[in-house]
T-cell receptor, first 114, second 113 residues
Framework: GAVVSQHPSRVICKSGTSVKIECRSL??????MFWYRQFPKQSLMLMAT?????????EQGVEKDKFLINHASLTLSTLTVTSAHPEDSSFYIC??????????FGQGTRLTVV | AQSVTQPDIHITVSEGASLELRCNYS??????LFWYVQSPGQGLQLLLK??????LVQGIKGFEAEFKRSQSSFNLRKPSVHWSDAAEYFC???????????FGTGTRLQVFP
């Protein structure tokens, strides 16, 4: 099946700093990618839809200035958590869907803000 | 609005026993339905999906699910559970036009020897 690679898998950062998470589609082009957030022992909540060459579409309640999304190419989307705080600690997962098939997910990024 | 309900938060079964995980959905049109499995600290792996056609779908690792439109359900089943099946299971409904997935709250499966 298609492969979506997410990096890094784990990151620890200090409060107030910014963290960038990358999501790559390795063997297909993705005009659209999705970013999800998962709190411990909870389900995945869609944060935003990343659109290649245009602005991301954010779900209600998600701060676009805090979670910056850039989708500069057909194989790469990045999520930057700006001015991170401990409450931003979470598991972030991206997904992309090749045309005509199901979505494939990255391995996820465990962000811990200390 | 689209939604997915997984009524069972936590299920415990003995190895070798049969398993059924429940999933109910709310969707305005013909849904695209998925079951994913997640091991601790890992991403999601697709078990199976339903787009159209035969309402009984077979997936990987011996899992199957049946789409029942009249009951708005898509329950996951396995006739004999293995210890390695212990994980978190998520049901999801997809919007074919937007590619968005709406996830249920998940069911944590524990398997005892």
């Amino acid at each position: 099946g298609a492969v979506v690679s997410q990096h890094p898998s784990r990151v620890i950062c200090k409060s107030g700093t910014s963290v960038k998470i990358e999501c790559r589609s390795l063997d297909f082009q993705a005009t659209t990618m999705f970013w999800y957030r998962q709190f411990p022992k909870q389900s995945l909540m869609l944060m935003a839809t990343s659109n290649e060459g245009s602005k991301a579409t954010y779900e209600q309640g998600v701060e676009k200035d805090k979670f910056l999304i850039n989708h500069a190419s057909l194989t790469l989307s990045t999520l930057t958590v700006t001015s991170a705080h401990p409450e931003d600690s979470s598991f972030y997962i991206c997904s992309a869907r090749p045309r005509g098939t199901e979505a494939f997910f990255g391995q996820g990024t465990r962000l811990t803000v200390v | 609005a689209q939604s997915v309900t997984q009524p069972d938060i936590h299920i415990t079964v003995s190895e070798g026993a049969s398993l059924e995980l429940r999933c109910n959905y709310s969707y305005g049109a013909t849904p695209y339905l998925f079951w994913y499995v997640q091991s601790p600290g890992q991403g999601l792996q697709l078990l199976l999906k339903y787009f159209s056609g035969d309402t009984l779908v077979q997936g990987i690792k011996g899992f199957e699910a049946e789409f029942k439109r009249s009951q708005s359900s898509f329950n996951l089943r396995k006739p004999s559970v293995h210890w390695s099946d212990a994980a978190e299971y998520f049901c999801a409904v997809g919007d074919y036009n937007t590619d968005k997935l709406i996830f249920g709250t998940g069911t944590r499966l524990q398997v005892f020897p």
